[in-house]
């Protein structure tokens, strides 16, 4: 088993407030199991919601106010 410390790259964008980061698909895959990404429950929910956005039941908010709307 690898345990190799678990090294990112964090650059901050601050003209968009948004930030950049940067990982080897490795590190990736050890971050995504343990936030769960690859459980059967998460898998399933990716997946109604694909189903949902073909059927045009999910719209994209720009903003809270889009909730009132």
Known sequence: MNTSPLTIN???NSTKKTVTIEM??????RVATNLGFFNKEFIKSLESA?????????RKLNSL?????
Do not use: H, M
């Not at 694909?50 to 999910?58: D, S, V």
């Open 10 to 12: 964090i650059q901050p």
């Open 24 to 29: 080897d698909a490795l590190r990736f895959e």
């Open 50 to 58: 694909e189903r949902q956005i073909a059927t045009k039941k999910l």
């Open 65 to 69: 106010r889009d909730l009132r709307s």
